[in-house]
């Protein structure tokens, strides 16, 4: 209970308030996008080429790429003062006092990454819904994350900002090593190639959910990997309705990224 209220207090100060959650640095890199569009994947690929000789969990990860939401922020920030370059993940709509970092804004197709959505809701979060549930709800923007075509549009309307790349999820499926090596452009960091080599070999779909079920196994839950990543997923759960009913949300901003 006590958790749950420090919670609640926290989205009422960072979210409703709109109060910076970290004192950013002009050096900070920020991995961000709407949940499931391939933000941990991105942190596999970043950690994998700047650290090449450690190895790691999703643990470790989350500690040395903390989300800008993490409880123990104010401790993980501690531990990280004396780092030249620190990097951050965030589902978070767009704030601009991020921008006085490096930003990566990482856009799926929101039929995918809603079903996707759904799919970790459901298993690692015990959510009890049918999907139709889910997605009216979503769309609404009733879950703490907003509605998918809310949070690309908030974020793409800093999409001429210096301090702004927008990355495709598809585009890494494409070519993991030439996303990987824009964003590293951006943070303003160079690696070797065998680095980018070996980061985009150990950083697999499959890796990244192994991570997540060993992750919901310590906090005794379950997780069978989602949807297992790629694309066009969506049609084994959208019907021709739900289809019309997200477009009729979505449909403006699905044409503007060029998903229909």
């Known amino acids: 209970m006590r958790r749950r209220l420090k919670q609640a207090y926290r989205n009422f100060k960072y979210i409703r308030l709109n109060r910076p959650r970290v004192k950013v640095r002009p050096t900070d890199g920020f991995v961000t996008s709407w ?29 040395q790429m903390p989300s800008i939401a993490d409880p123990d922020l104010n401790q993980l920030l501690a531990e990280l003062d004396n780092h030249a370059f620190r990097m951050f993940k965030s589902h978070e709509n767009a704030q601009e006092y991020i921008l006085g970092g490096r930003v990566v ?61 927008v990355v495709r999820y598809e585009d890494m499926l494409v070519d993991a090593a ?39 196994a310590g906090k005794d839950r379950q997780f069978s990997g989602g949807q297992g990543g790629g694309t066009g997923k969506f049609r084994q759960w959208f019907t021709e309705q739900d289809e019309l009913l997200f477009m009729e949300y979505a449909g403006e901003t699905m044409q503007k990224l060029g998903y229909t």
Not at 45 to 63: C, E, I, M, R
Not at 187 to 205: L, M, Q
Request: aromatic share 16%; net charge positive; hydrophobic share 35%.
């Open 35 to 63: 949940p499931r569009s391939g933000n941990t994947w991105m942190r596999y690929l970043l950690f994998g080429a700047l650290y090449p000789d450690v190895s790691w969990d999703l643990v470790s990860l989350n500690k």
């Open 105 to 165: 804004y990482l856009v799926r197709d929101g039929r995918d990454a809603t079903c996707s959505f759904y799919h970790y809701r459901t298993k690692l979060n015990k959510r009890d819904y049918t999907f139709r549930q889910y997605l009216e709800r979503s769309l609404a923007g009733k879950f703490r994350y907003g509605s998918w075509h809310e949070h690309v549009c908030n974020w793409l309307s800093y999409e001429s900002h210096p301090s702004l790349l």
């Open 178 to 216: 030439t996303q990987l090596k824009r964003v590293l452009n951006h943070f303003g960091t160079e690696v070797t190639e065998d680095c980018i080599t070996a980061a985009v070999e150990r950083s697999s779909v499959g890796r990244v959910n192994q991570g997540f079920a060993q992750y919901a």
